[in-house]
C-alpha cells in the first residue's frame, strides 16, 4: 500500500462548554488547515429553534427526534440560531437520546470525508468521533465565559445582566455534563486547553500548536505501522 492510500482523514474534535470559545477556535483551525468545519451546536439549536416557532415543547422528545430526523441543511441558516435563547433551547432538546441518535450519522459522514474536518460540540471526542487524529477539549472559568457572553451581548446593545448569565451559564453547564446520554465531558485522550487567561490570538496559537504537536505523532505512528 502507498502512503496515501493508508492516510486517514485529518479529523479534529473540538469540545468544551459554553462560551470557552471553542466555536471560534474550531473556525480558524478549519481556515488554517484547508479543512471544512462543523458546528455541531448549531443542529441541536435548529431543531429547539423549529420546536418553539411551531409551539412545541421542547421537552417532548419524540417530536424532538422527528425534526432532528428531517432536519435540512437549510435550517441551519437562520441566524437567530447563534443567539442565546437558541443555545438554551438547544440544551434542553440535546438531553434526549433519539434527538442524539438521529444526529450521530449526519456528523460522522461530514468528519469521515477526505480530507478530514474540523468539528465543534460537546460528545465529538467522546461518541462523534472517538478516533479523531486530534481532540481538544476548551474550556475557561464559568465567571471568564459569562463576562465575555456579557461583554458580546452588551456590544449588540443588549441590556443585560452579569449574574443572570453567570447563573444561565452555570445552570447549562449542569444540564449538559449531567444528562445521561453523551454527557459534556474531556475524552480521556484529549489536550486541554484553558483559555480563561488567554487572548483570542493566544488561545489560537496553543490550539495550532496542540493540532501540529498531535497530528504529527499520530503521523509517526502510521507510518511505523505502515513500514
Ligand atoms: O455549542 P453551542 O453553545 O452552540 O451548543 C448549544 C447546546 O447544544 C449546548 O448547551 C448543548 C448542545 N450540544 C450538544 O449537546 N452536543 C453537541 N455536540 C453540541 C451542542
Not at 443572570?164 to 452555570?170: F, H, M, P, S, T
Request: hydrophobic content about 45%; proline content about 4%; charged content about 30%.
Amino acid at each position: 500500500m502507498d502512503a496515501e492510500a493508508g492516510r486517514k482523514p485529518l479529523v479534529i474534535a473540538i469540545d468544551g462548554p459554553a462560551a470557552a470559545g471553542k466555536g471560534t477556535i474550531a473556525a480558524r483551525l478549519a481556515e488554517h488547515f484547508g479543512l471544512p468545519h462543523l458546528d455541531t451546536g448549531l443542529l441541536y439549536r435548529a431543531i429547539g429553534r423549529i420546536m418553539a416557532d411551531r409551539g412545541f415543547d421542547v421537552d417532548n422528545e419524540e417530536i424532538a427526534a422527528a425534526i432532528a430526523e428531517n432536519l435540512d441543511p437549510d435550517d441551519l441558516r437562520d441566524p437567530r440560531l447563534r443567539g442565546h435563547e437558541a443555545g438554551e433551547l438547544a440544551s434542553r432538546v440535546a438531553v434526549h437520546r433519539n434527538v442524539r441518535a438521529a444526529l450521530v450519522r449526519f456528523q460522522r459522514e461530514f468528519a469521515g470525508r477526505p480530507p478530514g474536518a474540523v468539528l465543534d460540540g460537546r460528545d465529538i471526542g467522546t461518541v462523534i468521533c472517538p478516533d479523531a487524529t486530534v481532540k481538544i477539549f476548551v474550556t475557561a472559568s464559568a465567571e471568564e465565559r459569562a463576562r465575555r457572553r456579557t461583554d458580546e451581548l452588551r456590544a449588540k446593545g443588549r441590556d443585560i445582566d452579569y449574574s443572570r448569565i453567570l447563573a444561565e451559564i452555570r445552570s447549562r453547564d449542569e444540564r449538559d455534563s449531567s444528562r445521561a446520554t453523551a454527557p459534556l465531558k474531556a475524552a480521556e485522550d484529549a489536550a486541554t486547553l484553558d483559555t480563561s487567561e488567554l487572548d483570542r490570538e493566544a488561545a489560537f496559537a496553543e490550539a495550532v500548536a496542540i493540532v501540529l504537536r498531535v497530528a504529527g505523532q499520530a503521523a509517526q505512528t502510521a507510518a511505523v505501522r505502515r513500514a
